[in-house]
């Protein structure tokens, strides 16, 4: 941006060098904040990606875990008709 000269003739006087460095590190000093603010949503918006992916998963192995156990009440129940179809012969499972 400045010429090591023009680094050199601030150094001289004390005030134009802090003059310099501030307005040659003026930018960095704006974008600084903006950044932050970006990388902060975006981080958010990561954070709220993932919950809602851990819910669908949560909500998957709920759905496995239901149909599973209805599936095992109707073996249940298919198993109470043999029953009582072979106990009215006089058997018993």
């Known amino acids: 941006m400045f010429g090591i ?3 050199a003739e601030a150094a001289k ?3 134009g060098f802090l003059t310099t ?3 040659a590190l003026m930018p960095l000093f704006l974008a600084s904040p903006v950044l932050s603010w970006k990388l902060a949503k975006m981080n958010e918006a990561k954070e ?3 919950k ?3 819910k669908r998963q949560e909500n998957i ?3 496995k875990r239901l149909k599973k156990k209805i599936k095992g009440m109707e073996m249940l129940c298919n198993c109470r ?3 009582w179809k072979l106990s009215s012969f006089g058997r018993t499972c």
Request: hydrophobic letters at 35%.
């Open 81 to 83: 008709k043999t029953i």
């Open 52 to 54: 809602k992916k851990q």
């Open 13 to 15: 006087n004390s005030s």
């Open 61 to 63: 192995a709920n759905a």
């Open 21 to 23: 460095g501030i307005l």
């Open 48 to 50: 709220r990606e993932q």
């Open 5 to 7: 000269k023009a680094w």
